[in-house]
């Protein structure tokens, strides 16, 4: 059922099995097995998902490689409360681990909020990243591009920037490495450090045998139209033309209501086993925000993974009782 401002206050009584904090693939595919093993769940997700961003989904079986990230969700979502999963949009402030269950505590709406309170005995963060993009003056020239030929993935890109003219807006001297691995679809590579770190000499070195360029005067706008990027025009006014860009600037990770619960993690990622399970055993972590390979068809098989150990879980503490309790029903 959708949730409400109005109807969620009824459901703060409930126990859910599992609330679910983000409605990306990951946290979709999770409610989605969740239901389908009879267990009640909630998703949690405040909206703009680093997959509505993805303007195509190039490469997941069975969909067309132009498959909007949206149109997933928005199917991801139907599905999932065609299986009696509750859904709603909020964001989640904090989890407190309350010993047998956790106490979710949610803010409702964006004006005249309303806080609500939620229990679950087991928490799944799929809450996902965000990505960092170059900081210019006007940031509606980045969103202008962003998603469409300035990429962020080069694992889901690289393929797109074969042969082209790229562009690497690098945060930092490990940021711009990655310069290195598109190297593999491209040889045209020039690296953008925006005026943000010093560059060794190692790296000026390195770059110069691979044939790269190397440019440090800050970006002062994108150039192009129709969302497809054709170059920059640095501070100094210079143009440097281009036909793709990638953007290596790093991600915030989504992970500010687990703060109270003391998990592992490594840099920004938490760290779990190869069900989800994360250093807490009621706390499961999926798609972007664990540690693994951020793509869509990983952020699907996770919510699969977490959701059947969860089951797993609570079939073996529930041993005979639960069938006891519906014969005599
Ligand atoms: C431009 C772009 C292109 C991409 N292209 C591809 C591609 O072609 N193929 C591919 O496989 N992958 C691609 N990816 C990567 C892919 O989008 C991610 O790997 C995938 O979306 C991860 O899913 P997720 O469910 O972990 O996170 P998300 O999809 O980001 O979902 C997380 C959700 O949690 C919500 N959330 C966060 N914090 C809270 C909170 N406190 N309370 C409630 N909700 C919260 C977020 O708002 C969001 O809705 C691309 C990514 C980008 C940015």
């Given at each position: 059922?959708?949730?409400?401002?109005?109807n969620s206050?009824?459901?703060?009584?409930?126990?859910?099995?599992?609330?679910?904090?983000?409605?990306?693939?990951?946290?979709?595919?999770?409610?989605?097995?969740?239901?389908?093993?009879?267990?009640?769940?909630?998703?949690?997700?405040?909206?703009?998902?680093?997959?509505?961003?993805?303007?195509?989904l190039h490469?997941?079986?069975?969909?067309?490689?132009?498959?909007?990230?949206?149109?997933?969700?928005?199917?991801?979502?139907?599905?999932?409360?065609?299986?009696?999963?509750?859904?709603?949009?909020?964001?989640?402030?904090?989890?407190?681990?309350?010993?047998?269950?956790?106490?979710?505590?949610?803010?409702?709406?964006?004006?005249?909020?309303?806080?609500?309170?939620?229990?679950?005995?087991?928490?799944?963060?799929?809450?996902?990243?965000?990505?960092?993009?170059?900081?210019?003056?006007?940031?509606?020239?980045?969103?202008?591009?962003?998603?469409?030929?300035?990429?962020?993935?080069?694992?889901?890109?690289?393929?797109?920037?074969?042969?082209?003219?790229?562009?690497?807006?690098?945060?930092?001297?490990?940021?711009?490495?990655?310069?290195?691995?598109?190297?593999?679809?491209?040889?045209?590579?020039?690296?953008?450090?925006?005026?943000?770190?010093?560059?060794?000499?190692?790296?000026?070195?390195?770059?110069?045998?691979?044939?790269?360029?190397?440019?440090?005067?800050?970006?002062?706008?994108?150039?192009?139209?129709?969302?497809?990027?054709?170059?920059?025009?640095?501070?100094?006014?210079?143009?440097?033309?281009?036909?793709?860009?990638?953007?290596?600037?790093?991600?915030?990770?989504h992970s500010?209501?687990?703060?109270?619960?003391?998990?592992?993690?490594?840099?920004?990622?938490?760290?779990?086993?190869?069900?989800?399970?994360?250093?807490?055993?009621?706390?499961?972590?999926?798609?972007?925000?664990?540690?693994?390979?951020?793509?869509?068809?990983?952020?699907?098989?996770?919510?699969?993974?977490?959701?059947?150990?969860?089951?797993?879980?609570?079939?073996?503490?529930?041993?005979?009782?639960?069938?006891?309790?519906?014969?005599?029903?």
């Open positions: 059922m959708k949730l409400t401002k109005q206050i009824e459901k703060t009584n409930q126990v859910y099995d599992a609330i679910v904090i983000g409605g990306g693939a990951a946290g979709l595919s999770a409610g989605i097995y969740l239901q389908r093993y009879l267990l009640s769940s909630l998703i949690i997700d405040k909206g703009k998902a680093r997959s509505v961003w993805m303007q195509e490469n997941y079986l069975g969909l067309p490689p132009d498959t909007p990230g949206k149109t997933l969700l928005k199917q991801g979502k139907e599905h999932y409360l065609t299986l009696g999963g509750d859904l709603l949009n909020a964001y989640v402030e904090e989890v407190t681990d309350e010993g047998e269950t956790f106490l979710v505590r949610v803010k409702v709406g964006r004006t005249n909020s309303i806080y609500v309170e939620f229990r679950a005995k087991y928490i799944i963060a799929a809450s996902g990243i965000i990505d960092h993009l170059p900081a210019l003056e006007k940031m509606q020239n980045v969103f202008d591009y962003a998603g469409y030929n300035l990429h962020v993935c080069l694992l889901c890109d690289g393929y797109e920037m074969q042969d082209k003219k790229v562009g690497v807006f690098a945060s930092s001297e490990s940021a711009a490495q990655v310069a290195f691995s598109l190297g593999w679809f491209t040889p045209y590579i020039t690296v953008f450090t925006q005026g943000l770190f010093n560059v060794s000499y190692e790296l000026r070195q390195k770059l110069n045998e691979h044939g790269y360029f190397l440019v440090e005067t800050p970006v002062k706008q994108f150039l192009g139209e129709n969302h497809q990027m054709s170059g920059v025009e640095l501070e100094d006014g210079s143009v440097v033309n281009l036909e793709a860009g990638l953007i290596s600037m790093g991600s915030r990770y500010d209501y687990l703060q109270s619960i003391d998990l592992e993690y490594l840099g920004g990622n938490l760290v779990t086993d190869k069900m989800g399970r994360t250093s807490h055993p009621r706390v499961f972590s999926l798609g972007d925000l664990k540690v693994g390979m951020n793509q869509v068809v990983v952020a699907a098989a996770d919510g699969a993974l977490s959701a059947t150990q969860i089951w797993r879980d609570i079939r073996r503490q529930t041993g005979a009782k639960r069938n006891l309790d519906r014969l005599a029903a």
